[in-house]
C-alpha cells in the first residue's frame, strides 16, 4: 500500500464528473480530500493524498489523466525552524488545514500530516522560520 | 482595619528572602478563592509581562571616534539607515528603518545582531570640516567596540489592544498579522491577565523610574509612551476596552538577550521589533490587590475592522472568549489567533518571580507619576478642514 499527495487540476467541464468515486470503485484508491477549490463552471483544484497499491495508483491517475484532469504528485512540504520560533501565533491564523495550532502550553505544535502545503505560513511567520522543502 | 503595606516593607522582605510573589496569572486564580483583604496579607509582590511587536522601540548608540574624525552626517549599519542628526558619531537605530530596496532587514535586525555579538558593517560620510577633516570612513562595529548602546524605545507595553479583522474580499497584510478576507481571522495581541498596564490600570505603581525586566535585563520606565491616552471608555473592571496608555522604557542594550529581543518582518508592511517587558507590582493594599486579580473574561477589547478605511468597530470581546479559539463577529464566527508570545510572557513573569524571590529584584517606587488627563491629536492636512 502506498500512499502520496498529489495536485489535480480539472478543467469546467470537469466539474460535474464523480472523479472520486470512480478512483474509489473502479481502482480501490483511498482519498482523503486536503483542500478543495471546486466551482460551477470554473477550473478546479483538490489536494488529494491517495492510498492503494502501486498499480492501482497508476492506472488510477492514468485515468484522471485521459479526462482531462491534470495530476502532479505533491512533493513539497513545509520546514518549520522550531528552536528559533517565540510562539507568537502569527502562522496559526493563516492555517485552515490545523496543521499549525497553538498548544495548551502556547506553544506552537506543527502536525505536518494534517499540512496541506498552501504555504500561507511563509509570509506569515514574522520570523521567516517556514521554508518549503522540495523532495 | 485593612492592611497597607509600602515599598520599604516589601523591599525588606525581598532582601531577607522572605517576600511572596506570584505572577498575574497565579494571582487571578487565588482571587477566585481569596478576597483582596486576604491576598494582601499573603502576597508582597505580583509579576507582570508582555512579549509582543512593538514597532516604536530603538536603540541609541555611541561608535567612538576615528582618528581623523568624521562629523557622521549619512550613516548606515548592514546597509540600514540610521538617525545622522546627533553630533558626530552617535545615531539612534530605529526598529522599522529599512533601505527601502532590502525591505526584511530593518533596525530592529542591526537591534538583534548587535545583542547576538554579531559584528556589523558601519559606513558614514560627512562634508569634512575644520574639526572633523574625515569624509568617509566604513569599518566594522560590534558590541565591543561601540561605546556605549541602549534600547530607548518611545511607545511600549500598550495598556490593552485592539482586535483586528477583515472583511473585504482581499486578503491585508498588517502588523496584526496577515487578516484572510471575509472575516475568517481574528488577530489580537496583548497578553491578557498577565499584561503589565491592564493590572495597574491606573499607574499606583508604574511610574517613571519604575524598575522593569527590558529584554533580558534591568531596565527602567523613563517616561510615559507616546500616544499616552486615558481618555478611552473603561468597562465596569476598570480597565480600557481599546489600546490607551503605553510607556517608554529604557536600559542597558548591551546586557540583554535576543531571547527577549526579536526581529520581525511582517509581509508587505515593514520591520518591527519583538520586545520583552516584565514588570513587578508591588500589593500596596487592597485596591491593587483587587486590580491584580483581574482575569481574562473580565477584560474586554475592541474589534476593529483593518480592511476599511477608519478601521470601523465591529463590537467587543473579552480575552477569555479570544483564547478559546473562536468569537463571534457580525453575528459569524470567526478563528482566533494570538500575534504576541504568552509563552515568552510566561516565561519573563516566571523569571522576574525568581529574581524578586532571590532578592536580586527590588522594587522602585515612581520619582513622578503619570499625568491622569491625556488624550490624543490627530494629524490635520495643511488647508484641511479644523
Given at each position: 500500500m502506498k500512499k502520496k499527495r498529489y495536485l489535480l487540476k480539472f478543467p469546467p467541464?470537469?466539474?460535474?464528473?464523480a472523479l472520486s468515486y470512480h478512483l474509489v470503485k473502479d481502482y480501490d484508491i483511498r482519498i482523503n480530500i486536503l483542500k478543495a477549490e471546486v466551482r460551477p463552471g470554473k477550473t478546479g483544484s483538490l489536494v488529494l493524498e491517495l492510498a492503494g497499491t502501486s498499480d492501482n495508483l497508476k492506472k488510477g491517475i492514468s485515468w484522471l489523466k485521459d479526462n482531462q484532469v491534470s495530476c502532479e504528485p505533491l512533493d513539497k512540504q513545509i520546514q518549520w525552524n522550531?528552536?528559533?520560533?517565540?510562539?507568537?501565533g502569527n502562522c496559526t491564523a493563516v492555517c485552515?488545514?490545523?496543521?499549525l495550532t497553538m498548544d495548551q502550553n502556547w506553544e506552537l505544535n506543527f502536525n505536518s500530516d494534517k499540512c496541506?502545503?498552501?504555504?500561507?505560513c511563509v509570509p506569515a511567520c514574522p520570523l521567516n522560520l517556514f521554508e518549503i522543502d522540495f523532495r | 482595619m485593612s492592611i497597607k503595606k509600602t515599598y520599604e516593607e516589601i523591599n525588606e522582605k525581598i532582601r531577607s528572602g522572605k517576600a511572596v510573589v506570584l505572577t498575574a496569572e497565579e494571582v487571578s486564580v487565588m482571587g477566585r478563592e481569596l478576597s483582596p483583604a486576604e491576598i494582601v496579607k499573603k502576597v508582597d509582590v505580583v509579576t507582570t509581562a508582555t512579549f509582543g511587536a512593538m514597532c516604536s522601540s530603538g536603540a541609541f548608540i555611541n561608535f567612538g571616534h576615528a582618528d581623523p574624525p568624521i562629523r557622521m552626517e549619512k550613516i548606515r549599519l548592514n546597509g540600514v539607515p540610521v538617525y545622522?542628526?546627533?553630533?558626530?558619531v552617535d545615531t539612534y537605530v530605529g526598529a522599522?528603518?529599512?533601505d527601502p530596496e532590502k525591505p526584511e532587514y530593518g533596525g530592529a535586525h542591526v537591534i538583534q545582531d548587535l545583542v547576538e555579538g554579531k559584528e556589523l558593517e558601519l559606513e558614514a560620510w560627512g562634508k569634512g570640516?575644520?574639526?572633523?577633516?574625515?569624509?568617509y570612513i566604513k569599518t566594522r562595529i560590534s558590541k565591543e567596540t561601540v561605546n556605549e548602546m541602549f534600547l530607548f524605545n518611545p511607545?511600549?507595553?500598550?495598556?490593552n489592544y485592539n482586535v483586528a479583522v477583515n472583511t473585504t474580499d482581499t486578503i491585508k497584510y498588517t502588523y496584526m498579522g496577515s487578516l484572510l478576507p471575509n472575516l475568517r481571522n481574528a488577530t489580537y495581541s496583548t497578553s491578557g491577565e498577565l499584561s503589565p498596564l491592564l493590572n495597574d490600570p491606573e499607574f499606583r505603581t508604574i511610574g517613571m523610574g519604575t524598575r522593569i525586566f527590558l529584554g533580558g535585563a534591568e531596565g527602567y520606565v523613563?517616561?510615559?509612551?507616546?500616544?499616552?491616552?486615558?481618555?478611552k471608555p473603561k468597562n465596569e473592571h476598570g480597565v480600557p476596552v481599546s489600546n490607551s496608555a503605553t510607556l517608554a522604557v529604557i536600559g542597558d542594550l548591551k546586557q540583554m538577550s535576543s531571547d527577549y529581543l526579536q526581529a520581525a518582518y511582517y509581509e508587505k508592511y515593514g520591520v518591527s521589533l519583538f520586545v520583552g517587558i516584565g514588570i513587578p507590582i508591588p500589593v500596596l493594599d487592597e485596591d491593587m490587590a483587587r486590580r491584580l486579580t483581574i482575569r481574562n473574561e473580565q477584560i474586554e477589547t475592541t474589534v476593529l475592522d483593518y480592511g476599511t478605511v477608519g478601521t470601523p468597530a465591529l463590537g467587543r470581546v473579552n480575552y477569555e472568549q479570544l483564547r478559546s479559539g473562536q468569537i463571534k463577529v457580525n453575528g459569524k464566527k470567526v478563528r482566533t489567533a494570538p500575534v504576541s508570545s504568552l509563552s515568552k510572557a510566561r516565561k519573563i513573569a516566571n523569571l522576574l518571580k525568581e529574581q524578586v524571590q532571590q532578592g536580586s529584584f527590588e522594587l522602585v517606587k515612581p520619582v513622578m507619576m503619570f499625568p491622569k488627563n491625556t488624550s490624543l491629536n490627530g494629524l490635520k492636512e495643511e488647508g484641511g478642514e479644523s
Amino acid at each position: 500500500m502506498k500512499k502520496k499527495r498529489y495536485l489535480l487540476k480539472f478543467p469546467p467541464q470537469s466539474g460535474d464528473k464523480a472523479l472520486s468515486y470512480h478512483l474509489v470503485k473502479d481502482y480501490d484508491i483511498r482519498i482523503n480530500i486536503l483542500k478543495a477549490e471546486v466551482r460551477p463552471g470554473k477550473t478546479g483544484s483538490l489536494v488529494l493524498e491517495l492510498a492503494g497499491t502501486s498499480d492501482n495508483l497508476k492506472k488510477g491517475i492514468s485515468w484522471l489523466k485521459d479526462n482531462q484532469v491534470s495530476c502532479e504528485p505533491l512533493d513539497k512540504q513545509i520546514q518549520w525552524n522550531q528552536s528559533r520560533c517565540i510562539h507568537c501565533g502569527n502562522c496559526t491564523a493563516v492555517c485552515f488545514s490545523g496543521a499549525l495550532t497553538m498548544d495548551q502550553n502556547w506553544e506552537l505544535n506543527f502536525n505536518s500530516d494534517k499540512c496541506i502545503v498552501c504555504e500561507l505560513c511563509v509570509p506569515a511567520c514574522p520570523l521567516n522560520l517556514f521554508e518549503i522543502d522540495f523532495r | 482595619m485593612s492592611i497597607k503595606k509600602t515599598y520599604e516593607e516589601i523591599n525588606e522582605k525581598i532582601r531577607s528572602g522572605k517576600a511572596v510573589v506570584l505572577t498575574a496569572e497565579e494571582v487571578s486564580v487565588m482571587g477566585r478563592e481569596l478576597s483582596p483583604a486576604e491576598i494582601v496579607k499573603k502576597v508582597d509582590v505580583v509579576t507582570t509581562a508582555t512579549f509582543g511587536a512593538m514597532c516604536s522601540s530603538g536603540a541609541f548608540i555611541n561608535f567612538g571616534h576615528a582618528d581623523p574624525p568624521i562629523r557622521m552626517e549619512k550613516i548606515r549599519l548592514n546597509g540600514v539607515p540610521v538617525y545622522e542628526g546627533l553630533a558626530a558619531v552617535d545615531t539612534y537605530v530605529g526598529a522599522t528603518a529599512c533601505d527601502p530596496e532590502k525591505p526584511e532587514y530593518g533596525g530592529a535586525h542591526v537591534i538583534q545582531d548587535l545583542v547576538e555579538g554579531k559584528e556589523l558593517e558601519l559606513e558614514a560620510w560627512g562634508k569634512g570640516t575644520d574639526c572633523y577633516p574625515r569624509k568617509y570612513i566604513k569599518t566594522r562595529i560590534s558590541k565591543e567596540t561601540v561605546n556605549e548602546m541602549f534600547l530607548f524605545n518611545p511607545r511600549n507595553a500598550y495598556q490593552n489592544y485592539n482586535v483586528a479583522v477583515n472583511t473585504t474580499d482581499t486578503i491585508k497584510y498588517t502588523y496584526m498579522g496577515s487578516l484572510l478576507p471575509n472575516l475568517r481571522n481574528a488577530t489580537y495581541s496583548t497578553s491578557g491577565e498577565l499584561s503589565p498596564l491592564l493590572n495597574d490600570p491606573e499607574f499606583r505603581t508604574i511610574g517613571m523610574g519604575t524598575r522593569i525586566f527590558l529584554g533580558g535585563a534591568e531596565g527602567y520606565v523613563s517616561w510615559p509612551g507616546t500616544q499616552f491616552n486615558t481618555s478611552k471608555p473603561k468597562n465596569e473592571h476598570g480597565v480600557p476596552v481599546s489600546n490607551s496608555a503605553t510607556l517608554a522604557v529604557i536600559g542597558d542594550l548591551k546586557q540583554m538577550s535576543s531571547d527577549y529581543l526579536q526581529a520581525a518582518y511582517y509581509e508587505k508592511y515593514g520591520v518591527s521589533l519583538f520586545v520583552g517587558i516584565g514588570i513587578p507590582i508591588p500589593v500596596l493594599d487592597e485596591d491593587m490587590a483587587r486590580r491584580l486579580t483581574i482575569r481574562n473574561e473580565q477584560i474586554e477589547t475592541t474589534v476593529l475592522d483593518y480592511g476599511t478605511v477608519g478601521t470601523p468597530a465591529l463590537g467587543r470581546v473579552n480575552y477569555e472568549q479570544l483564547r478559546s479559539g473562536q468569537i463571534k463577529v457580525n453575528g459569524k464566527k470567526v478563528r482566533t489567533a494570538p500575534v504576541s508570545s504568552l509563552s515568552k510572557a510566561r516565561k519573563i513573569a516566571n523569571l522576574l518571580k525568581e529574581q524578586v524571590q532571590q532578592g536580586s529584584f527590588e522594587l522602585v517606587k515612581p520619582v513622578m507619576m503619570f499625568p491622569k488627563n491625556t488624550s490624543l491629536n490627530g494629524l490635520k492636512e495643511e488647508g484641511g478642514e479644523s
